[in-house]
């Protein structure tokens, strides 16, 4: 455990020093914090625009940073040589990896709660004006609103914790620019996971073939509309605590099926 | 048998046993697949043994295979073929690395800490902490001159400092074997006289120092035991004293441009003359002969520039071995 807090808070640091993705930080706070704006451009809709235009940031920023920092730690590693003197002390490949991922996981995850914050107080001063009269007290809507977007907001950790561990354990079999785009795809198309399962559907009339390679994908990719849960806050709907459960447990099944496979290519991998 | 023929034997093989191998090799090969069915050897089948307390040097053209050896035993790459083992483990084997340090060739570090924080990272990788690190810390920063930078960012470091800080990082669990890559790489004449005081004064602790290089004029003073290198190929091996000396020690009589006739008269008990520009060098077989031709020349108004036993540099001894092909005369 020594060796891997000793890895993760080094990564953690240097996560910190990375001026690309300081910039995309910055930029992300920015649109954030101007979110407010884009309800202009939907009168009568502000409140659905304000909570896409926010939590959508924090997921697409979000996974920007996951993918560009997590498909760099190891190469990093490896191409700056700050892992010949990690490896040749008492550290197993194992505690490396996974020093290196909780580290960058951190980084991002921090990253994350500042545009988290900066949506929090945003939404406190602006949704109250936007907010539709309904049956229930505006006071309850709005509480009913925050414990949603938390729930959000903590779901977007924990997906990209799997883009993390994905785009890290890309860059151990890749290079890390081939790592980044296999990361940015299977995000893209993990997004259509269900549509894959719909596709593999007997009724559709994909031929055999087909279908065992859609019901692969479908099983393989993960669920990454499962963390998505605007659509539930803004119809109203209390995304429960059993769903955020499960999903976050399919994201910690998945992350360690993937650092374990991870691991079994990088004991393998010469530095 | 006799008690003390008994006494004496066994104390004979107490003492072969003490001999303690700190490196052994046995066929180690490293082919490296380079693509399109191509492939590059690192290393073939390399028998090594080094032995515990001495400073062990690993020499060769750029290319020759010491990192690769040097990667082998630290278990960062794995062998195509052969096996080795350090400290009594396997190659890379956890349980030897508690024991081992490892400079590598332009050590690089995390850049947003400095020296302390960094030592103090790596010390309580080894289960390090609390007051004995700290004191550990100070004591290595000062032994490799960097105390009273050491608030300095790692991003703000020379190269030097890199390689002062390098050596005090593979020093910090206190190993009884290091590894060195080019440790002198890139320092200045000072500097890379603290390292080479640093590596003997290792070795007057009992340490092991396994040194990979190319400087042969820096390895030749402070070197036990060294092995060549030659396009993956070990091509000799052997003490410093022994690679000097050759097969066999002759003598050597220097001349400054000697007429003919006194040359003729000295060559009839040279084994071989050499010219070296306005030098001529006459090598004799036996320490006699060569002070009575040196005798000789002086009588008879020769110009005699030195006598005494032939040792050769490194640096010969490595061009004969490896081939001047091979040989990039600005790395000598």
């Known amino acids: 455990m020594r060796a891997i807090f000793r890895v ?35 009168p009568g809709a502000e409140l659905k625009m304000l909570i896409d235009v926010g939590l959508g940031s924090i997921r697409f920023f979000g996974m920007l940073i996951a993918v560009f920092l997590g498909s760099r730690l190891v190469p990093d590693e490896i191409e700056k040589r700050t892992i010949y003197t990690l490896l040749s002390k008492p550290v197993t490949r194992m505690q490396f990896l996974l020093g290196k991922f909780f580290g960058g996981l951190a980084t991002v995850v921090s990253n994350m709660a500042l545009m988290g914050l900066t949506f929090y107080i ?44 994905i ?33 593999a559907d007997p009724d559709t009339g994909a031929s055999p073939v087909a279908r065992v390679v859609l019901l692969t994908v479908y099983r393989v990719l993960p669920h990454f509309e499962n963390f998505d849960v605007r659509e539930s806050i803004l119809t109203d709907v209390p995304v429960i605590w059993s769903y955020v459960g499960m999903t976050i447990g399919m994201g910690v099944l998945y992350i360690t099926i993937v650092l374990a496979l991870g691991y079994l290519f990088f004991n393998q991998r010469e530095v | 048998m006799p008690a003390g023929v008994q006494s004496r034997r066994a104390a004979r093989v107490r003492e072969v046993a003490d001999i303690a191998l700190a490196i052994r090799t046995e066929n180690l090969t490293k082919i490296y697949d380079v ?100 004191a ?28 002062r800080v390098g050596v005090a990082q593979s020093l910090i669990n206190n190993p009884d074997l290091l590894f060195f ?19 003997l004064r290792l070795r007057g602790e009992g340490k092991t120092v396994f040194l990979c290089s190319h400087l ?61 520009e306005e030098t ?18 002086e009588d008879e108004g020769g110009y005699v520039l030195a006598a005494g036993p032939d040792r050769r540099t490194l640096e010969e001894v490595f061009i004969d071995a490896v081939g001047e092909v091979s040989v990039d005369a600005s790395d000598l």
Not at chain 1, 173 to 196: D, H, K, N, P
Not at chain 2, 42 to 60: A, D, H, K, S
Not at chain 2, 109 to 123: C, D, I, S, T, V
Request: aromatic share 12%; proline share 4%; with cysteine.
């Open chain 1, 8 to 42: 993760a808070r080094a990564t953690y640091y240097e996560g910190w020093r990375k001026r690309f993705l300081n910039g995309i930080l910055v930029f992300a706070i920015l649109i954030i914090g101007s979110s407010w704006v884009f309800t202009y451009l939907q």
């Open chain 1, 122 to 165: 945003v939404f406190m001063i602006k949704a109250p004006q936007f907010a539709q009269p309904t049956e229930d007290s505006p006071a309850y809507k709005m509480e009913f609103m925050y414990e949603n977007i938390a729930k959000a907001v903590l779901l977007s950790f924990f997906e990209m914790a799997v883009v993390m561990g």
């Open chain 1, 167 to 199: 785009a890290v354990v890309a860059s151990v079999v890749f290079s890390w620019i081939l790592a980044a785009i296999f990361s940015f795809f299977v995000y893209f198309t993990g997004q259509m996971s269900e549509f894959f399962g719909h596709l």
């Open chain 2, 35 to 134: 693509g399109w069915g191509r492939q590059h050897v690192g290393i073939e089948e390399l028998n090594l043994e080094v032995e515990t307390g001495q400073i062990f040097g690993l020499v060769g053209p750029n290319g020759s295979g010491k990192t690769t050896t040097l990667k082998l035993l630290l278990g960062l790459i794995f062998p195509t073929s052969g096996a080795g083992e350090v400290l009594g483990e396997p190659m890379g084997d956890p349980r030897s690395k508690n024991r081992v340090g490892y400079l590598p060739e332009g050590p690089y570090f995390y850049e947003h800490l400095n020296a302390p924080e960094l030592l103090r990272m790596y010390g309580s990788l080894f289960g390090m902490g609390g007051a004995a690190l700290d």
């Open chain 2, 136 to 163: 550990r810390i100070q004591e290595l920063l000062e032994l490799v001159d960097m105390w009273d930078r050491r608030d300095y960012r790692i991003a703000d470091y020379s190269r030097g400092m890199l390689q």
């Open chain 2, 181 to 199: 890559d080019e440790p002198t790489s890139g320092l200045d004449p000072i500097g890379a006289k603290d390292i080479r005081e640093v590596i």
């Open chain 2, 216 to 276: 042969l004029k820096e390895m030749e003073p402070i070197c036990d035991n060294i092995a060549i290198l030659s396009r993956g190929r070990l091509v000799t091996e052997g003490s410093v004293a022994e690679l000097l000396r050759g097969d066999r020690l002759r003598y050597r009589l220097e001349l400054r441009e000697p007429d003919e006739e006194l040359l003729a008269k000295l060559q009839g008990n040279a084994e071989e003359v050499l010219w070296l």
């Open chain 2, 280 to 297: 001529c060098r006459l090598l004799f077989a036996d320490r006699q002969a060569a002070f009575d031709a040196a005798a000789q020349a």
